[in-house]
């Protein structure tokens, strides 16, 4: 979890930048922020725990559908895409 978050964060900035791929960047700057990608894995995260270790197809999904829009809701300018 703390690698996908940091991962976000850091990376953040650079999303969508398709220039030069360097691996020379300083890791936390201004425009470092949590995106979409955090909310979701928090999401992902809270529903398997609620759905239990036994779960089965339907009660995960339907896990996941709540948390997603749990999440979502409460942070609804987190960067989702259009198609989400």
Not at 27 to 54: I, N, Q
Not at 58 to 81: C, E, F, R, V
Request: hydrophobic share 40%; proline share 2%.
């Amino acid at each position: 979890m703390y690698g996908a978050f940091l991962g976000d964060i850091i990376g953040s900035p650079f999303e969508f930048d398709r220039g030069d791929k360097t691996k020379d960047f300083k890791l936390f700057t201004k425009g470092c922020e949590f995106t979409d990608d955090s909310v979701m894995t928090v999401a992902v995260a809270e529903a398997l725990m609620d759905a239990g270790r036994d779960a089965d197809a339907d009660t995960i999904k339907q896990a996941l559908i709540t948390s997603m829009q749990k999440w979502g809701h409460k942070y609804p300018n987190a960067g989702y895409g259009c198609r989400f």
